[in-house]
């Protein structure tokens, strides 16, 4: 097997040594596009192998044989400018007439990224050591799947591309609560990069007995999305998970009247963290009913979300604090939700979890549509022992949620985990923004004599600054 790990490194050092990448954002989405062309175009070769009616959608001239997997082949001045002046514009003006979905992918791919390289024999090199890769293989596939996981964590402190990865541990810890089932349609509409969907992908093949469910997972797993860059990523993601067509569409889901979803949109499951913090373009909030009507995104989402959900559809999304309070449309908002889904559980997160990108305290919605709220949990996660604050090198794990899952079947009020009435949230206004009352605070005693002279010896020490300076 190719030593995955090695190759991705040498691919880096190459990068860095070009004059066109300027962050890890751009050497993201420049190995990104790379990316998804080599394994786009490895599943072409495998389809036309065991379809004989198969075509790929890419002209002949611009398949990656043609032009890439030759390591003798053009490079130099004549690479780049194929790149930017002909493979570009050919992928951004593919016939997408026929319906072929494999055509529109490659279309929003490449309609949207860029390549930011300028040393064409940079771009040579950085080919030849894709080309030790053959994602043909079920265990180059597989091993690059896990290395593509840290590849896309990196962009948690790229600026603000940060906000299009959740970390994979609350990815896995909802997905795991919610536990999506073979035959249930599955929808994140803020998919950023994939992570909510790769691991009920994962889930969901646990499940499956034969290959009508295999395929049925391919079938119920959606996701929207739209910024180029996470768009692509996303859907890297979803083939390297074994996706043949990923069902991502590339538009924001913000852009059409909500009344325009009806039966046939609506799904079983929704896991999401959509975005925070922003303000929405375009006038979206036009979309929405007079009611609902907000530049906030976050609140936007959450009466979409409630919108698709179908009848008994459950959902586990993350949202920030400023959404459980406030008055006006977010208490209209925070109101709905508690009258048409039972609002069960939320778990409280530490503030540095979206840390460096996002500072802001975070929670975990879980609900399920259809039945009004009559109490909420909530429960208190709380950082490791001995840790002050997550990191980019300190981040949370899959494992710290372990409490939870045992705490999550059989629930008792404890220092982390208290209930709350819906009268009790009614008479606050629907104020959701409720602190831990069972939290155990430690007295703290305070030494009157040792206070006082560490202040006499302080004014001491300030008056004889003072009559030096006078001297």
């Excluded at 998804?36 to 495998?46: G, T, Y």
């Excluded at 001045?77 to 992918?105: K, M, Q, W, Y």
């Excluded at 530049?295 to 459980?324: N, Q, T, W, Y």
């Amino acid at each position: 097997m190719t030593n995955i790990s090695g190759t991705i490194k040498s691919i880096r050092d190459i990068m860095w040594q070009d004059t066109g990448l300027n962050g890890d954002a751009q050497r993201i989405e420049q190995l990104g596009w790379m990316l998804f062309f080599k394994i786009f175009s490895d599943k072409d070769k495998e389809l036309e192998l065991i379809d004989d009616n198969y075509k790929s959608p890419i002209p002949d001239h611009f398949h990656w044989e043609e032009w890439a997997a030759n390591d003798e082949g053009i490079t130099g001045d004549e690479l780049l400018s194929f790149i930017d002046r002909e493979l570009f514009p050919a992928l951004r003006n593919i016939d997408v007439s026929t319906g072929n979905r494999r055509a529109l992918i490659v279309r929003e791919v490449f309609e949207g990224n860029n390549n930011y390289m300028k040393s064409g024999t940079n771009i040579r090199k950085v080919l030849n050591k894709l080309n030790e890769i053959d994602f043909n293989i079920a265990k180059d596939r597989h091993a690059f799947g896990e290395l593509y996981e840290g590849i896309l964590k990196e962009l948690q402190s790229a600026g603000k591309s940060g906000e299009f990865y959740t970390p994979r541990a609350i990815t896995q810890f909802i997905t795991d609560i919610i536990n999506p089932k073979i035959g249930e349609r599955i929808l994140d509409p803020a998919c950023g990069t994939g992570g909510y969907l790769t691991c009920a992908i994962e889930h969901l093949k646990k499940q499956a007995n034969n290959v009508e469910q295999l395929k049925s997972i391919t079938e119920n797993i959606a996701g929207w999305e739209y910024k180029p860059l996470p768009f692509l990523l996303a859907t890297t993601n979803l083939i390297l998970h074994d996706i043949e067509v990923p069902n991502i569409r590339f538009g924001d889901a913000l852009d059409q009247p909500l009344s325009n979803f009806t039966e046939k949109d609506r799904v079983n499951v929704i896991l999401a963290n959509p975005p925070f913090g922003g303000i929405v373009a375009n006038g979206n909030e036009s979309n929405f009913p007079q009611n609902f009507r907000t530049k906030e995104s976050a609140d936007l989402f959450l009466i979409l979300m409630i919108h698709l959900l179908k009848a008994g559809g459950r959902a586990g999304i993350v949202l920030p604090d400023g959404s459980l309070t406030g008055e006006g449309v977010k208490q209209r908002v925070r109101e709905k939700l508690l009258k048409d889904c039972n609002l069960h559980t939320i778990i409280r997160l530490p503030q540095s979890v979206f840390a460096p990108y996002a500072t802001v305290n975070t929670n975990l919605l879980f609900f399920d549509k259809g039945t009004p709220t009559k109490e909420i949990w909530y429960y208190e996660h709380t950082l490791p022992e001995g840790q002050k604050a997550y990191s980019k090198t300190k981040t949370i794990k899959v494992e710290e949620f372990e409490p939870i899952k045992q705490w999550w079947h059989n629930r008792q009020e404890s220092e982390v985990a208290w209930k709350v009435s819906i009268d009790t949230i009614i008479e606050r206004g629907y104020d959701l923004d409720i602190k831990n009352p069972n939290k155990v605070v430690e007295e703290v005693v305070y030494d009157r004599k040792a206070i006082i002279e560490n202040l006499e010896k302080s004014f001491r020490a300030s008056l004889a600054i003072i009559e030096e300076l006078k001297l």
